[in-house]
Structures are given as structure tokens and as C-alpha cells.
T-cell receptor
């Protein structure tokens, strides 16, 4: 089974509007971390936001917020007030277990296009 | 200057050649990772290292080897490159002392083409 599922291969949003990118995860661990990364056309991977499984508040970083619904195993990224520079691939990732664990499991990504 | 650098940024090589990709970081992080990205897929872990004396295989280590020459340097080698190793390769670093526990920060990537 896929550990991270991103069901939206592509999304469009009007500039200045908000958009939600979906991510569901699968783990039996109680302790895990969820991450979102942005990959612009230039190729680099840019860390956006982190949510720990024990964090009671949804994470926020500027215009990014993570809508964490633990019972539903979802960790959707919300981008408010979209900008043209937000056009990119967005990847959801999960690290299982304690931070002594090894790697991130990535989803297949969602390509976001911001329309002027 | 970038915190995580990768060299080369682009490389075209032929089947059977030995290739080394290098990663350096100035973040002072203990942990380093190598991933590959294929079109339509997320990143997959090749190898990781938690310190200079610690090397671990990831999900797809076959056909690759690594060397952790120093805390700041982590190299990935393809001993005999094959076309299906054509991909975008990323180095990443992390540190348990970060606020966002063990968040991985990525280098700019190396685009490798094996003909």
C-alpha cells in the first residue's frame, strides 16, 4: 500500500484565491511527521511546512497551513492568496516513527498552476 | 551561498561508465541522504548516513554506493551506469536539533542522463 497518496495530479487556482492540495497517509505508527515540499520548474526541493503527529495545533508558515485531520489520516496543504510564483509541483511526505528512523516517503505530487 | 550544494548539476554519460555525484553542506547537519526522482514519481531513498561512521541502505540501493568523507560531504557513486539510472538525484541533510524535528533540506539536484 502507498504510504502517501496525492490524488490530484494537477490543480488550477486563480491568483489571490486560496487552494487546498490533498494528501492522505498510511501508517500504524503513533509518532510520525508530515512534510510538504515545493518543487518549482528549476528543480530544487523547497521545504514548506511540518506537522508532527502529536502537535495539537495545525501548522502554519506564512501563507501555508497544514490541515491535519488525524482520524482521517489526511494532511492537506492550504495556500492562501495564491501568487504566480506558487506555480510548481507540491509533494507531501511522511517520516514514520521516532526521529531516529530513516527516510521520508513521498507522494507522487500535485502540479499547481496559478492563473493570472 | 547555498547551504547544500551538489556537483555536477548536469551530467551525460555512457552505459558502463563510473560516475560520482558529490554533495557538500554548510548547515552543520549530522545526517545526509541521497534520493532519486523519476518522472511521475516522488523521491525514493538510495542511501543515508547519520554520521561519518554510519552508512545505511535505503529503498533502492542496488547499483549505487556512497562515501561519507566528512561530516559535510557525502558522495554517491554509480559503479557501472545503466540507462535506467537516468534520473534527477537529490542530496539532503537534516539535524535532530532543529525545531521541525529532523526536517530534510535538499540540494539543487543533479540531472544525470545515461546513454
Amino acid at each position: 500500500a502507498q504510504k502517501i497518496t496525492q490524488t490530484q495530479p494537477g490543480m488550477f487556482v486563480q491568483e489571490k484565491e486560496a487552494v487546498t492540495l490533498d494528501c492522505t497517509y498510511d501508517t500504524s505508527d503513533q509518532s510520525y511527521g508530515l512534510f510538504w515540499y515545493k518543487q518549482p520548474s528549476s528543480g530544487e526541493m523547497i521545504f514548506l511546512i511540518y506537522q508532527g503527529s502529536y502537535d495539537e495545533q495545525n501548522a502554519t508558515e506564512g501563507r501555508y497551513s497544514l490541515n491535519f485531520q488525524k482520524a482521517r489520516k489526511s494532511a492537506n496543504l492550504v495556500i492562501s492568496a495564491s501568487q504566480l510564483g506558487d506555480s510548481a509541483m507540491y509533494f507531501c511526505a511522511m517520516r514514520e516513527g521516532q526521529t531516529g528512523a530513516n527516510n521520508l516517503f513521498f507522494g507522487t505530487g500535485t502540479r499547481l498552476t496559478v492563473i493570472p | 551561498d547555498a547551504d547544500v550544494t551538489q556537483t555536477p548539476r548536469n551530467r551525460i554519460t555512457k552505459t558502463g561508465k563510473r560516475i560520482m555525484l558529490e554533495c557538500s553542506q554548510t548547515k552543520g547537519h549530522d545526517r545526509m541522504y541521497w534520493y532519486r526522482q523519476d518522472p511521475g514519481l516522488g523521491l525514493r531513498l538510495i542511501y543515508y548516513s547519520f554520521d561519518v561512521k554510519d552508512i545505511n541502505k535505503g529503498e533502492i540501493s542496488d547499483g549505487y554506493s556512497v562515501s561519507r568523507q566528512a561530516q559535510a560531504k557525502f558522495s554517491l557513486s554509480l559503479e557501472s551506469a545503466i540507462p535506467n539510472q537516468t534520473a534527477l538525484y537529490f542530496c539532503a541533510t537534516s539535524d535532530l536539533r532543529q525545531r521541525e524535528a529532523d526536517t530534510q533540506y535538499f540540494g539543487p539536484g543533479t540531472r544525470l542522463t545515461v546513454l
